[in-house]
């Protein structure tokens, strides 16, 4: 039938994806996913980690259904932009300077009007990246605390059955996040998720996975795709028609 | 005639109290005059014939008689003739009704009684109204589906009007109240404070052969998707009803009648009850025909069957939501649908392609095979309504299942195909069963989806709707770009395009963005764009909060549930709807709306050719159309007002309905009224020998006179009172 995707034409735009071409539009429709790295402070990310939210959209297209863009793409939360589209990824290593007050709006208005940010530290052996960001989001969201998500949290099974987050870095085993109307709308990740995913311009992983293993590279690949699957379908795996097979599946993986 | 009446009485000035008085002293001086009368021996007559003269003289001089002269007439008697008006009584009866037969009785009756002034009324649910005996018989329509004699009774108690000699009742006996089975208690109590006779005549002696659905109830209230009961009595006089089949079937626009239940009653005792488990579907009004099957020697087949309009609610909105890939659309309405407590969703996404490689063991992933199979066949019709977004039918094994998925539209399901690359063309939809069902059509187009941003047009029907009403006062006609469209083809015929691309064109016209449609019984959508979610999260959605998108999806599901406030114009009937007579239905258009309304009625039955009336209806107010005589049967009716689209109401129209139920006569009931207020019962052919009441005497002239000036009673009284005392002296007392 012409006009249906096909898996083919599918994989041939992912490749060209990774040649940071955009994909046509009328492939793609107007909800495509994008791994948008947020600016604040003046800083541009950068360096090599800046190459993986490229390869997180790629991952994204190449494992599931989610149609994706997969050009790099930065935000700044004082620009209109922001509300493009609802998710963006702050990442860091270092402590971020206080917000500007017009930043501090941009963001504020993002998350009340359900956009998704995940705050992903390349350094959380530091942590003052999260520390300095915690403070600021705590004076964008006077009223949302950062909670413990459970280890049964949707984030867990909305594509893969994962057991708990990994990205670079083992890191801790549970991720704290704030949640507003049933939903975890900030992520905060002590993972280095997008060291992960990083690539080296002339290819091959950009930096090395602690304590290693090609594994723990698939895991965190994984946890990102699950966040983008949670991003965009929400509770879906928490559907009743859903919790009998993953139970068995569960049970199985733990055998 | 008059006639002169000449009387004696006390003089008008005296008060009965000194009337009294006066009779005390006369009763005192008669017991005195009995003891004087044991104390001697002597002159006993003399004494007492002198001590009742006194008496007399005395009497006459205090109350002072006067002659009382006065010229009369006689009037014929005030009577009342009630004659039974309910529908009830157009059952036929030989070769003519019921009512025929009332009517000659009553003329019969006003015919013998010819010195009488009789008012004819007609009883029914209310006050009687006034019934002319050779007027021009009411329509059946406006006649009250029951005889309420007590009503009737109560309204004469209180009418201020001359209280009749007589009241005559013309009715066949089975009457709302009092009932035919009421005790002698409640009998008296219906006809309390009526104190002349009642005469009845009595229209049938003995009821017709006759099996009829007599009742139906449903026990508990109709929800959509739930079990409920109905009982249905069945009736049975005269016939052989052992076993009489029983059908519950759901009338249907444009296809046959679903049965629901099917069953035997049978009757013992005159009457049989079953009950069936049946369940509706869809919400709204649903007509339910229930039918029997009568058994030979049936006279009356107007009520072998019964068509109720079920108002069917919903506890909530069962929704099936299938979509071919995650996107920020799918996102964005889920979470729109989520949050409304009143819908209940089964959601199935497809997460992963035939080509997509997840790098993992199946056990390592969260995800189930698509049930596609068991839920469009199967669990299809347990739904209110069905989302399609951005999928593709083709490789997701659905293309199998669209011609049920068109005929559960055509049945009173919903539909909505939103659109992405995978909808319309570019979804296996071209040249589809679903197609039929569509508001628009789906040509094959190369490429399928257009990704150039454009700001969708509001059409003349996008305007007037109330569907995107409350978008359009947020948001204004102008609206942000949109930045893909499906290409879609014409709206079909009575599709309404309520947004338009503007520049693509199908033919002369702005090809379709967002179309509504009726299909038979269901409603479908068609939203070429899965661009939505754009008015929930972006830089214009963030000046008005987002709400957009929640705006225009309420709309969008509330018109395709039928949900009152997004209709354009409600409908009813007037009065009943009876078979054959002249049917009313009233349109009030929406708020905002006004114009020509366009009404179509049509049957709910394979290929019916409409109705179709015109009229214009001003904002606010409504206004009655004639659809002319309906044969019996489930019907509905469509009003359009201006561009608007259709608002959708069921009704039925029976020829008996509820007054012909239950077709047996009651002149028990009628007999033993007569003889508890004193009056006659006969049959219809005797209702000329009832006794007519004594006429009334009403006096025209009246004279008094005294019979002797004052003084002369006291002369009289003092001389007969000075004659006794002297006899009293002669007889030897003191």
């Given at each position: 039938m012409s006009g249906r995707p096909d898996p083919g034409r599918r994989l041939a735009l992912a490749a060209l994806a990774t040649l940071a071409l955009p994909a046509p539009a009328s492939a793609q429709g107007s909800g495509a996913f994008q791994c948008r790295l947020l600016s604040t402070g003046g800083i541009r990310p950068s360096g090599v980690r800046a190459s993986g939210a490229a390869r997180w959209a790629w991952e994204v297209s190449r494992r599931t259904s989610a149609p994706t863009r997969m050009v790099r793409s930065v935000v700044r939360a004082d620009q209109r932009a922001l509300l493009a589209e609802p998710f963006a990824l702050w990442s860091g290593s270092d402590a971020i300077p206080p917000l500007t007050g017009a930043e501090r709006r941009g963001l504020e208005r993002f998350l009340r009007m359900g956009g998704m940010l995940v705050v992903d530290d390349s350094a959380p052996a530091e942590g003052a990246f999260s520390r300095s960001v915690r403070a600021e989001l705590a004076q964008v969201l006077s009223e949302a605390v950062p909670v413990q998500l459970e280890p049964n949290h949707v984030l867990y099974k909305s594509f893969y059955i994962v057991e708990r987050p990994v990205g670079r870095v083992a890191g801790p085993e549970r991720i704290d996040a704030i949640v507003r109307g049933g939903t975890a709308q900030v992520l905060f990740l002590q993972h280095d998720l997008l060291g992960a995913l990083a690539r080296e311009p002339a290819g091959g992983w950009a930096l090395d996975v602690t304590p290693g293993g090609a594994r723990q590279r698939q895991l965190a690949i994984r946890f990102a795709v699950n966040i983008t699957l949670y991003l965009l379908c929400s509770d879906y795996k928490d559907d009743q028609v859903h919790a009998k097979w993953i139970l068995q599946r569960r049970a199985r993986a733990r055998r | 005639m008059s006639l002169i009446d000449i009387g004696w009485a006390p003089d008008d000035d005296l008060s009965p109290l000194v009337v009294l008085v006066a009779a005390l002293v006369i009763l005192g001086w008669c017991a005195l005059l009995a003891v004087e009368l044991r104390r001697t021996a002597r002159a006993r007559l003399a004494l007492a014939a002198s001590g009742a003269l006194a008496a007399v003289a005395l009497l006459a001089a205090a109350l002072r008689p006067v002659e009382v002269r006065e010229r009369t007439s006689r009037v014929g008697p005030r009577v009342l003739v009630l004659v039974d008006g309910s529908r009830r009584l157009l059952l036929p009866s030989g070769a003519a009704t019921r009512r025929d037969r009332a009517l000659t009785a009553a003329r019969a009756v006003v015919g013998a009684w010819g010195g009488a002034r009789p008012r004819v009324l007609s009883f029914g649910a209310g006050t009687p109204a006034p019934l002319s005996l050779d007027g021009a018989p009411r329509a059946a329509s406006e006649l009250p589906p029951e005889s309420d004699l007590a009503v009737a009774i109560a309204a004469m108690r209180g009418d201020p009007a001359e209280r009749p000699a007589a009241v005559v009742v013309v009715s066949d006996g089975r009457l709302a109240a009092p009932a035919p089975e009421a005790g002698e208690e409640e009998l008296r109590a219906a006809l309390r404070g009526v104190d002349v006779p009642i005469h009845t005549v009595r229209v049938l002696e003995q009821s017709p052969a006759d099996a009829s659905v007599r009742r139906v109830r449903a026990v508990g209230a109709a929800v959509a998707h739930q079990r409920f009961a109905l009982e249905v009595q069945v009736g049975c006089v005269g016939v052989d009803c052992a076993a009489v089949p029983v059908t519950v079937r759901e009338l249907r626009a444009g296809s046959e009648p679903s049965v629901l239940a099917t069953g035997v009653a049978r009757a013992s005792g005159g009457s049989a009850t079953v009950q069936f488990d049946v369940v509706l579907e869809r919400a709204g009004v649903r007509v339910v025909e229930v039918a029997l099957e009568a058994p030979s020697g049936d006279t009356i087949p107007g009520n072998d069957r019964r068509l109720i309009p079920f108002a069917v609610a919903r506890d909530r909105l069962r929704l099936l939501h299938v979509a071919g890939r995650p996107t920020y659309d799918v996102r964005a309405l889920r979470a729109w649908l989520e949050a409304d407590e009143s819908v209940d969703m089964v959601a199935f996404f497809i997460l992963r392609e035939t080509g997509d490689d997840p790098d993992a063991e199946d056990d390592e992933l969260a995800l189930i095979p698509f049930p596609v199979d068991e839920l469009f066949t199967d669990h299809l019709p347990g739904f209110d309504a069905v989302i399609l977004q951005d999928f593709d039918a083709v490789e997701y094994r659905l293309a199998r299942h669209l011609e049920g998925l068109a005929r559960y539209v055509e049945q009173g399901g919903g539909l909505i195909l939103v659109g992405g690359p995978s909808a319309f063309a570019g979804g296996g939809y071209p040249g589809s069963a679903l197609e039929r069902v569509l508001p628009v059509a789906v040509p094959e187009l190369e490429p399928p989806y257009d990704g150039v941003p454009a700001a969708p047009l509001v059409t003349a029907s996008g305007r007037a709707t109330p569907v995107l009403r409350r978008l359009l006062e947020l948001?204004?006609?102008?609206l942000a770009p949109w930045p893909g469209f499906n290409r879609v083809g014409a709206a079909r015929p009575g599709a309404l395009v309520l947004l338009e691309h503007p520049t693509q064109r199908v033919g002369t016209e702005g090809m379709p963005v967002l179309a509504l449609g009726e299909a038979r019984d269901g409603r479908a959508i068609a939203l070429a764009s899965d661009a939505t979610h754009g008015l929930g999260f972006g830089e214009r959605a963030a000046e008005s909060a987002g709400r957009g998108h929640g705006l225009l999806w309420d709309g969008l599901l509330g018109w395709l549930m039928r949900d009152p406030r997004f209709e354009a114009a409600s409908v009813a009937v007037v009065g009943d709807c009876v078979a054959g007579e002249p049917a009313r239905l009233r349109v009030v258009g929406a708020p905002g709306l006004s114009g020509e309304v366009t009404l179509r009625v049509e049957r709910l039955a394979p290929d019916r050719a409409p109705v179709e009336r015109r009229a214009v209806v001003r904002e606010g107010a409504a206004v009655e159309i004639d659809v002319g005589a309906l044969e019996a049967g489930g019907y509905t009716a469509r009003a359009s007002v201006g561009a608007a689209p259709p608002a959708r109401f069921d009704f039925a129209c029976e020829l008996g309905g509820d007054a012909w139920a239950d077709s047996r006569a009651a002149p028990d009931l009628l007999e033993r009224m007569a003889r508890a207020s004193g009056g006659r019962s006969v049959t219809a052919a005797e209702a000329a020998t009832l006794p007519e009441p004594a006429a009334q005497r009403v006096t025209a002239e009246r004279s008094v006179r005294p019979l002797a000036p004052p003084w002369v009673w006291a002369l009289l009284a003092a001389a007969a009172l000075g004659a006794h005392h002297v006899v009293r002296r002669r007889a030897g007392l003191a």
């Open positions: - | 948001e204004g006609e102008a």
